[in-house]
C-alpha cells in the first residue's frame, strides 16, 4: 500500500524508519495506548519493523516535509469477521503529533483506499476504553459504535481493559465522502456543521 495525501505518505516501513518508530514507541503513554510494551532499545524497534515488512499489513505514516516517520496504520485480518471482504483498521501517531489532523488525514486515505482499491464492504476498529486518543479520531468518521467487549485483554502492566467496537460499511463511506464534497464545492456547511452532522469534533 502506497498511499499520498496533501501531507502526508503512507508507505511500506523500511529498516531505515528504526530511529522514528523507537523515537514514538518507547514513550510510555503512546505505548499504553496502542496495547504494547513500550519499546526498551532501537533493536526492539528493529525487530518489529522487520515483522511489519513480513506480514505486510502495517505501514508507515510519513510526513512529507520534515521527511520523517510519525505514526503506522494498519489493515489487517480480523478473527471476529473472517469474511474476505472485511478489514480492521489499526493506527499509532507519535504523541508529539497530536492534535494536528495527521491522524485523521491517513485515516481517510485508507478507509477510501480499503473500500475503492481493496474492494471491502466493511471496515472495523476496535481500541480499549482509556485510549482516548483513538476515540476522537474515530468521532470525524461516521464509524457506528457496536457495544463494549469487557475483558477483552490484560495490558503489559497487568490490567484488564475492555475493548469499544466500531464498524463502517461501504456505503457509509461514500456517502460520508460525498457530503464532504458537497459542502466543499457549494460551501453548504463550514467545518463545524459538517462536523455536528456526524457528532465529531472540528479540531
Not at 464532504?180 to 452532522?197: A, K, M, R
Request: charged fraction near 30%; hydrophobic fraction near 35%; include cysteine.
Amino acid at each position: 500500500m502506497k498511499l499520498e495525501t496533501k501531507r502526508l505518505l503512507i508507505r511500506p516501513f523500511k529498516m531505515s524508519d528504526d530511529i522514528d518508530l523507537y523515537e514514538m514507541c518507547k514513550d510510555p503513554d503512546t505505548a499504553f495506548d496502542a496495547g504494547w510494551s513500550p519499546h526498551e532499545s532501537i533493536h526492539t524497534s528493529r525487530n518489529v519493523i522487520m515483522n511489519y515488512m513480513y506480514a505486510d499489513e502495517t505501514h508507515a505514516i510519513m510526513l512529507k516535509k520534515p521527511k520523517k516517520v510519525i505514526g503506522t496504520i494498519s489493515l489487517y485480518k480480523n478473527n471476529l469477521r473472517r469474511d474476505y471482504t472485511v478489514r480492521e483498521l489499526g493506527f499509532c501517531l507519535n504523541k508529539s503529533y497530536r492534535n494536528q489532523g495527521f491522524m485523521k488525514e491517513a485515516v481517510y486515505a485508507v478507509l477510501e483506499y480499503g473500500f475503492k482499491e481493496l474492494g471491502l464492504d466493511l471496515i472495523m476498529v476496535c481500541h480499549h476504553d482509556k485510549n482516548i486518543a483513538c476515540k476522537k479520531v474515530l468521532e470525524y468518521f461516521p464509524f457506528m459504535y457496536e457495544g463494549t467487549l469487557r475483558m477483552y485483554r490484560r495490558m503489559y502492566d497487568g490490567n484488564m481493559v475492555d475493548a469499544m467496537m466500531y464498524s463502517m460499511k461501504k456505503e457509509e463511506f461514500w456517502r460520508y465522502k460525498n457530503e464532504i464534497l458537497y459542502c466543499s464545492i457549494f460551501d453548504y456547511c463550514n467545518i463545524s456543521t459538517f462536523c455536528s452532522l456526524y457528532k465529531c469534533t472540528s479540531v
